[in-house]
């Protein structure tokens, strides 16, 4: 039986349900490493608190330190968020240790691990289609580089993630008011903006191999197209899941990604907008689309590395996030989205996570706190 450590250096709540997604597929041991406020110790599933700093230097000498000493007790170890994900991959170098903690297998890739650059180098370096686009530094001549570009563009803060960091710019003329007001422009990304559906994807690999997916149509945001989302419809694909395939064996992903493409329908092309590897918070909602990435984890314990379509394959399923659709709803005084959360519209009420009244209890406190600012 797998015995699982989970690793986080941030406050995110996106982290509080995973230990119940390795619960539920049997794993035998869930430790949590992270500091007293984690989202992490916000469940009944995980067995051992191994207590951290959230201060880097001890968090990262702590994890390298626990991993080295129970190498072979831990079967996998996952870094949940993008600030731990940085951290680790700028510190280790060893590779024995690098594939033990980090979701890659191949250390030649790590320039993807928490980089928008980084992606983008790595799509041309593998063929993979993403929007046209230029590193941008200070010492640049703005001019020169967006000759290389179709505008509207996006400028991309490498360092980034939920939206934050990201610039739209309509025309030529609007770049330098932009540029001005990017706090790090230290390998900025100047991407071409695709106008197209958006596609939310979340996987798990294994040694490069797609174990299982979901994809989806992006319904509702938080606050614009560029932060994270509150509704969703999803659904499988042939199409995404011969372009994560290749992404997976390209790269060599081992392990969680939260994944963001773009239909261009006119173009007929899937372009390749984030890949972040690491969990998200839907995840845990897997488990109602007939595709849960707790069977997943079962088959990669049983050696089974092999991608099960499911037998669901043409349903559509709406899902929606208990807390974050009802900041969005009472934000944006959407009526109509409050009244299907009361009237359980197309089942809602399922999504609302009573299964762990730990975790509960938390997310109700944070949601009204987060209603009385509005």
């Given at each position: 039986?797998?015995n699982?450590?989970?690793?986080?250096l941030?406050?995110?709540?996106?982290?509080?349900?995973?230990?119940?997604?390795?619960?539920?597929?049997?794993?035998?041991?869930?430790?949590?490493?992270c500091?007293?406020?984690s989202?992490?110790?916000?469940?009944?599933?995980?067995?051992?608190?191994?207590?951290?700093?959230?201060?880097h230097?001890?968090?990262?000498?702590g994890?390298?330190?626990?991993?080295?000493?129970?190498?072979?007790?831990?079967d996998?170890?996952?870094?949940?968020?993008?600030?731990?994900?940085?951290?680790?991959?700028?510190?280790?170098?060893d590779?024995?240790l690098?594939?033990?903690?980090?979701?890659?297998t191949?250390?030649?890739?790590?320039?993807?691990?928490?980089?928008?650059?980084?992606?983008?180098?790595?799509?041309k370096?593998?063929d993979?289609?993403?929007?046209?686009?230029?590193?941008?530094s200070?010492a640049?001549?703005?001019?020169?580089?967006?000759?290389?570009?179709?505008?509207?563009?996006?400028?991309?803060?490498?360092?980034?993630?939920?939206?934050?960091?990201?610039?739209?710019?309509?025309?030529?003329?609007?770049?330098?008011?932009?540029?001005?007001?990017?706090r790090?422009?230290?390998n900025?990304?100047?991407?071409e903006?695709?106008?197209?559906?958006?596609?939310?994807?979340?996987a798990?690999?294994?040694?490069?191999e797609?174990?299982?997916?979901?994809?989806?149509?992006?319904?509702?945001?938080?606050?614009?197209?560029f932060?994270?989302?509150?509704?969703r419809?999803?659904y499988?694909s042939?199409?995404?899941?011969?372009?994560?395939?290749?992404?997976?064996?390209?790269?060599?992903?081992?392990g969680?990604?939260?994944?963001?493409?773009?239909?261009?329908?006119?173009?007929?092309?899937?372009y390749?907008?984030?890949?972040?590897?690491?969990?998200n918070?839907?995840?845990?909602?897997?488990r109602?689309?007939?595709?849960?990435?707790?069977?997943?984890?079962?088959r990669?314990?049983?050696?089974?590395?092999s991608?099960?379509p499911?037998?669901?394959?043409?349903?559509?399923?709406?899902?929606?996030?208990?807390?974050?659709d009802?900041?969005?709803c009472?934000?944006?005084?959407d009526?109509?989205?409050?009244?299907a959360?009361?009237?359980?519209y197309?089942?809602?009420?399922?999504?609302?996570?009573?299964?762990?009244?730990?975790?509960?209890?938390?997310?109700?406190?944070?949601?009204?706190?987060?209603?009385?600012?509005?």
């Amino acid at each position: 039986m797998y015995n699982v450590l989970l690793a986080s250096l941030t406050g995110f709540d996106s982290t509080a349900e995973i230990p119940f997604i390795f619960k539920k597929a049997g794993c035998k041991t869930v430790d949590v490493y992270c500091n007293s406020d984690s989202w992490l110790l916000s469940n009944k599933f995980y067995d051992n608190w191994i207590e951290t700093s959230v201060e880097h230097e001890p968090f990262k000498a702590g994890l390298i330190k626990l991993v080295e000493e129970k190498f072979d007790h831990y079967d996998w170890v996952v870094v949940l968020d993008d600030a731990s994900v940085k951290l680790m991959n700028e510190s280790i170098t060893d590779e024995r240790l690098f594939k033990k903690i980090l979701p890659l297998t191949k250390i030649e890739n790590r320039e993807i691990l928490s980089s928008k650059l980084g992606l983008s180098n790595i799509c041309k370096k593998y063929d993979i289609v993403t929007p046209g686009y230029v590193n941008y530094s200070e010492a640049d001549d703005a001019e020169a580089a967006i000759k290389e570009l179709n505008f509207p563009i996006l400028l991309k803060e490498d360092y980034s993630f939920s939206g934050m960091g990201i610039q739209y710019c309509e025309t030529e003329a609007e770049l330098p008011a932009c540029l001005e007001k990017v706090r790090v422009k230290n390998n900025l990304v100047l991407q071409e903006f695709i106008k197209g559906e958006d596609i939310g994807v979340e996987a798990l690999f294994k040694d490069g191999e797609l174990i299982t997916y979901n994809c989806a149509e992006v319904l509702t945001y938080m606050y614009n197209k560029f932060s994270f989302t509150t509704r969703r419809l999803y659904y499988q694909s042939d199409e995404i899941a011969g372009l994560l395939k290749k992404l997976g064996k390209s790269v060599g992903l081992n392990g969680f990604a939260s994944i963001q493409y773009v239909y261009h329908p006119g173009r007929n092309k899937y372009y390749l907008i984030e890949v972040d590897a690491r969990v998200n918070g839907w995840m845990p909602y897997s488990r109602f689309t007939g595709h849960s990435f707790s069977d997943g984890i079962k088959r990669i314990m049983a050696g089974d590395f092999s991608h099960a379509p499911g037998s669901n394959k043409n349903e559509k399923v709406e899902i929606a996030i208990f807390d974050r659709d009802l900041r969005r709803c009472a934000k944006h005084k959407d009526f109509k989205g409050l009244f299907a959360w009361v009237f359980n519209y197309k089942g809602y009420w399922r999504f609302i996570p009573l299964y762990d009244i730990k975790f509960f209890k938390r997310i109700v406190t944070k949601l009204l706190k987060d209603l009385f600012k509005l």
